[in-house]
């Protein structure tokens, strides 16, 4: 296994539109984690599962975000009606219960 | 609620120079901490971890932490730092270990020639 794999690694979308991340976790683990990254600052925490369940959900996450995980493998990002505040590195991790995270590399959003 | 405070923003030092990143957490409970670094344009990678036993931790390229529960800090150092050691690091704490962590800001490490 290669570790956790995010697709794209860069996204350029004007304002407005809808996109969608993917990320694929390391194959075993069975939590998975959204974060966001601002320019100069950590990341902070938007969103995870267990399996295929979400279990919290940051207040950062407004109704135009939404987190899928179907079947407990692979997880989507979607923002819809993207903002110019979106623009932010999109992180996903994955973790066994009772392990540490393992983080991708990460997804880029640039709105214009 | 945690929050994780690291003072300096940026640290700028001489290579071959030892190296000491301030990070001092808030928690009502029991914590797990944790140090990673980012490269550019790259994810987080895990450096060390403190779970429970010995306060002092080893974490991997030569960087160790130490716990100190009665000033809430964790501290990172490393005896003569490398040009390769040039990143942000972030620490990070959880209370419930496997649960979603709080990052501190991050601190900027620029290793000089």
């Known amino acids: 296994d290669t570790g956790v794999s995010q697709d794209p690694r860069h996204k350029i979308t004007k304002r407005g539109q809808n996109v969608t991340f993917r990320c694929d976790p390391i194959s075993e683990h069975n939590r998975l984690y959204w974060y966001r990254q601002t320019l100069g600052q950590g990341p902070e925490f938007l969103t995870y599962?267990?399996?295929?369940?979400?279990?919290?959900k940051s207040r950062l996450l407004s109704d135009r975000f939404s987190a899928e995980r179907p079947k407990g493998s692979f997880s989507t990002l979607e923002i819809q009606r993207t903002e110019q505040g979106d623009s932010a590195m999109y992180l996903c991790a994955s973790s066994l219960i009772q392990d540490g995270y393992t983080f991708g590399s990460g997804t880029r959003l640039t709105v214009v | 609620a945690q929050s994780v405070t690291q003072l300096d923003s940026q640290v700028p030092v001489f290579e071959e120079a030892p190296v000491e990143l301030r990070c001092n957490y808030s928690s009502s409970v029991s914590v797990y901490l944790f140090w990673y670094v980012q490269y550019p344009n790259q994810g987080l990678q895990l450096l060390l971890k403190y779970l429970s036993g010995s306060t002092l931790v080893k974490g991997i390229n030569g960087f160790e932490a130490e716990f100190n529960k009665s000033q809430t800090s964790f501290h990172l150092r490393k005896p003569s730092v490398h040009i390769s050691d040039t990143a942000e690091y972030f620490c990070?704490?959880?209370?419930?270990?496997?649960?979603?962590?709080?990052f501190g800001p991050g601190t900027r490490l620029s290793v000089l020639p």
């Open positions: 990070a704490v959880t209370s419930n270990y496997g649960q979603n962590f709080v």
């Open positions: 599962f267990q399996n295929e369940a979400q279990l919290e």
